[in-house]
């Protein structure tokens, strides 16, 4: 009877596992550039409670998965979203703990259940991931924070739970575009250790105080703005200043966009009519860039057409074809679906994206097998359930490295193209221009990265 039980544990275990593995592998192709940062910070083993900030819904907690698997991660999820088929399902293989929050329940809540299981977790050596937010908001900046992980600390530390708080920073380039990048930084753990002699006399107080100091460090490690139009301004800048790097990758960005934060906030205090101004360029600014980079390689250090790359395009071109054939069907359907059923919250785009494309995608790859099965026979059916995921993925990096200019592209010398150039110098002098006057005004007062 015990060798059954151990037997059937082992299986849950090992699903959970390739599960997990499973989740990752959406993660990876969904985008293009996933960094972790601050590991070596980490404890060595949980417990550990993990305070992400929370702008990408059931996105945010899978990308958890990419810190060292010894932690164990158990995640809050609000309970509603366990009545949403194939998304409940996936929140229970991920062991999610549901909680009832305050504005969504009828009457009085009772969170002691909730906090009763997120503690007997941490005392059986796992972890928690709670979001402080309390919800997901697709905004450029974060919500103010819930006491719910404070809370859990101490009820922890009460049942003398040796448990660590580690902010976790997630930062997306474009949080609901397929093939984009996106940064995680965990901090350094918290010291505690004052907070927790504080609880024994002033529990509400050490509470608040704990809240706080997760507020603090999360904002260290997130990138964030007032609005849209100052998170595309920056963006702006930061091309600006670093005319070398435009093909850098999110992680080397991220970390210059990080320095120009606060400059802007000490600019934008001391001086808003400039900073109003200069919100009106980003936009045409892109187009022009987006232009140029269509038609001049010399600005995106990509040499004329070589025969190697043309070999390479040709050769891949049947394949990739093939491949898009293979997957268009699912893509498009996926699309649909979530542009029909997605609500103005735009923090859930890409959780739907993800969680009916698993289903979509694997659902036609069985079907297409079926009919390749009916069409040519078993041998052909195996090949293809072999050779489809490597096709996909063969697909997808193609049509980037197409895109991005890997075939390389001949100078253009049309009329239309010297246009172009000449209205993209004049947009980027003007910039300069009012970028200079903003940081002669108050050079003794704020410090701009170097030009």
Request: proline share 6%; net charge positive.
């Amino acid at each position: 009877m015990v060798d059954g039980s151990l037997e059937k544990h082992s299986f849950w275990k090992d699903s959970l596992t390739m599960f997990i593995q499973f989740l990752k592998l959406a993660m990876k192709i969904f985008f293009r550039e996933i960094t972790v940062r601050g590991v070596d910070d980490l404890p060595e083993s949980g417990p550990v409670i993990f305070t992400p900030n929370h702008p990408n819904a059931l996105i945010d907690p899978i990308l958890l998965f990419f810190l060292p698997p010894v932690y164990k991660i158990r995640f809050v999820a609000k309970a509603p979203l366990f009545r949403i088929p194939l998304l409940g399902w996936i929140l229970r293989k991920m062991q999610a703990i549901p909680v009832v929050r305050r504005f969504e329940a009828d009457g009085k809540v009772d969170y002691n259940t909730f906090f009763s299981a997120c503690v007997d977790a941490l005392a059986a050596g796992g972890s928690i991931s709670i979001f402080p937010e309390g919800v997901s908001r697709p905004q450029p900046y974060m919500a103010d924070m819930r006491t719910g992980a404070a809370r859990l600390f101490f009820m922890a530390h009460e049942r003398n739970i040796d448990v660590k708080i580690v902010p976790v920073g997630l930062n997306y380039e474009h949080g609901s575009i397929f093939r984009s990048s996106v940064v995680i930084w965990a901090g350094q753990p918290l010291d505690t250790e004052p907070l927790e002699k504080k609880h024994q006399d002033f529990p509400q107080i050490a509470v608040r105080e704990l809240t706080d100091k997760i507020k603090k460090s999360l904002e260290k490690h997130v990138f964030q703005t007032e609005n849209y139009r100052d998170r595309d301004l920056m963006l702006l800048l930061e091309r600006i200043y670093n005319p070398d790097k435009n093909s850098a990758a999110w992680s080397e960005r991220f970390e210059r966009l990080k320095q120009f934060e606060n400059s802007l906030n000490v600019i934008k205090d001391s001086c808003a009519d400039g900073i109003e101004s200069l919100r009106e360029a980003p936009i045409r600014y892109a187009q022009l860039t987006k232009s140029l980079e269509r038609m001049e390689p010399s600005r995106t250090g990509m040499d004329p057409v070589s025969p190697t790359r043309l070999f390479l395009a040709l050769a891949g071109f049947p394949l990739a074809t093939v491949g898009w054939l293979l997957n268009i069907l699912p893509y498009q359907l996926c699309n649909l679906i979530v542009k029909h059923i997605k609500k103005s919250d735009e923090a859930v785009t890409a959780t739907y994206k993800v969680t009916y494309s698993m289903l979509l995608f694997p659902l036609t790859y069985v079907l297409e097998a079926v009919l390749v099965y009916i069409w040519f026979g078993g041998i052909a059916s195996i090949l293809f359930a072999a050779l489809i995921i490597p096709l996909s993925y063969f697909t997808v990096r193609y049509y980037e490295w197409v895109h991005e200019g890997g075939v390389g592209r001949s100078m253009s010398s049309s009329k239309l193209a010297r246009t172009l150039s000449n209205r993209f110098l004049k947009q980027q002098k003007v910039l300069h221009a009012r970028i200079h006057a903003l940081v002669d005004e108050l050079a003794t007062k704020i410090d701009l990265p170097a030009d």
